[in-house]
């Protein structure tokens, strides 16, 4: 009896998800790729995200380099076999220059991007660059030559070998590379042509290569993900989807093997994430305040440690940082100003804390019969593999085993997503964080009512009407059964029984629809019947206190941070592109945010809003009193314009006492929340999606009290931690 709860609770889901916020991610999956340049002018490509740094915190202590230049590929044509010498100012190039702010129009890497580092003196330069991992993504031009890079994987490929899986490379493309020296179009020319095919491709390095047709190759296996950055689940996401491609050309004929592995993150950085300013007089050498830095593009779930230098010799200050709405760091509270600074000013900054890896699954086929789907658990001991045809594409759904994230609210798990393939061409990492939750938030969702006491406690409940038939019999068979009554109801279909009338042999068969009986089928008419049989029906008997079908009801649940949840008739709900509000009142809402969502229960007084007691979790109990209070207008006793259900005197000057034209009904409502409900295999399950019994009690409506219950199921639309209600 839960398929209707299970399409209520469908329709609601997906008809709110699309239009409501939900909380911001905080990335924290970090890997290190080398680089090294020779001296001169080198290539190199930066497949990461950098954003928590600059150019000068990269390289610091590389003092020998001194430029960086980045490419910035131009809309239109290109040029074909001579790039230009970078000079300033050029809007193909932007630069960072080492000590020279007001000649640098670059300050970050950018990641998926093509680069020159210019070594102004001494050997080559070996440096390491830590950050998030981006999944590859440029689009090539046909116009001429494309600064590109790779993301090679294991095994050496040269050219030749490595652009054949692609439909958009000539025999011998065009492809050139920087081998360090002065940029040079005459010998020693920089960059050159690779004249031999042979030449092996360099994961991190850069080269001018030609397509002659669009393309988006970066190798025999193109990976795509909604969001450049990874899978970032969040605190309530637990599926998202990772698209596989073999992008190999049909007349290579070959199969790649991809495998999927859980890789660790390495640890976070320290970033720096605030500028602090000193005092003067009587607060010399102590921190007066600190400004938050702007461009680290970090997310948190909640505020990281905030970690400010010593002093050379006093006491180090002390801070903590505050979030907005988003969870980017908007300021900082100095909570010890420290001392013996002098003239020092201290770095402040702050690290990501990574709890544990993310538990992912992936999950496989439907199976027809149970409608569940099969889970395998993503391990760095057991990873995953699937083979693909050539110019096959699937997609294949990663899952947050959030059952297993027991940390506290707010804790962050990080970890990579290594796809690799089996030629060993591709080494694609995809960042891969997760938020431990609790049940703060709006959850919005679908009860259905199966069962209805007429009276509690009734001795003899009472049943359905019996089934009247009457049996035809001609030649001594019998030809037909009239149904005479649709009152019997039956919970499944019975047997039809035939007694009596001289004869042996009949059979029928009964045809239910919605539980009623509609008609009986003669199958076999019998022998020997002289008079007509009496018909008895055996088994599918209904539960006489069994609903026909399940009322569908809506349930609108608040759980504020502290674990206190109302119960509401309606909500409504508006974003500011970064957090979504919440209100039982439109007039609640600030002026400058107007709501673009309303959610009601009709089966609740329109200004409800009831304090629970119990919990909102994944077992135990939460119950709600819901007064009908004898004049309120959602009494079913009041009737506003019949003067003998208005509760006023003949005169309509007096307002009379409870008990005399109407009566106090009360509502209890308890939520028994399940560990799991039939036909529910929702990976959310205990997480962002609850269910279990409903049961409610009505008194006073009658003399005894009316029970009816049933089951429901819950879902979390929106993380705000705080409802706007009318001030008392």
Partial sequence: MLTSATQVYRRLRFGLLASLLLAGVARAQWVSESYSAPLGYSAI??????????????????????????????SGPQFVANPETPVQPDTKWSVWKRGLPTQSTLAQFTGNAG????????????????????????NWSTTGVNFVGFAMGSTPATFTQFLSYGAAFPTDPIVLSYPGGALSNVAPKNPVTIVNPSEVVARNKAYWVQATAYTQYYGPLAVSTAQRTGLNFGRDLVALSVRLKNATVLSKAQTLTVTLATVASETPVAIPAGTASMGSGTTAGKVALILANQNTALTYATPPTVTLSAPPTGTTATATATLDATGRIVGFVVTNAGAGYAATTPTVTVTPTITAAVPLRIRGALNP????????????????????????????????????????AGALYGSLLRITDSLNYAKIDLGVSAVASDFTGLWAGAVALSRVDQIQGNAVAPAPGPAQTTAFVAAGAVTGVEVNSMAAQFSSTPTVVFTGGGGTGAAATAVIEKTFLTRVTVTAGGTGYTSAPTISFSGGAMDPRATAVPFPMRLLLHRAANGTVKLVQQVYLGSDGSTTTAA????????????????????????????GTGALAPTGTLSFTVPLGYDADSNPFVHRYHPDHDNLDPLFGTKLAAGKESWTVNRTITLTFATSLPEVTDPAWGVSMLGGTYSETVTGLRATPISTSGTFILYRVANSAALLTPTP
């Avoid at 995200?49 to 131009?74: Q, Y």
């Avoid at 680069?115 to 440029?138: N, Q």
């Fill in 584 to 611: 039982t009142a439109e007039t609640l809402f600030p002026a400058t945010l107007k709501p673009t969502k309303r959610l009601s229960a009709a089966q609740f007084p329109s200004d409800l809003v009831a304090t």
């Fill in 369 to 408: 019969v149970t409608s569940a789907y099969a889970y395998t658990d993503l391990t760095t001991a057991a990873p995953y593999t699937l083979s693909l045809a050539p110019g096959q594409e699937t997609e294949v759904t990663v899952v947050v085993n959030r059952a297993t994230m027991t940390a506290a």
């Fill in 115 to 138: 680069y020159l580092i210019k070594v102004e003196s001494g050997a080559t330069v070996a440096f390491t660059l830590k950050g998030r991992p981006l999944r590859p993504d440029y």
């Fill in 45 to 74: 490509w930066v497949g990461l995200d950098l954003s928590h740094t600059t150019i000068d915190e990269a390289l610091a202590g590389k003092t020998t380099i001194t430029e960086v230049w980045r490419w910035n590929p131009p």
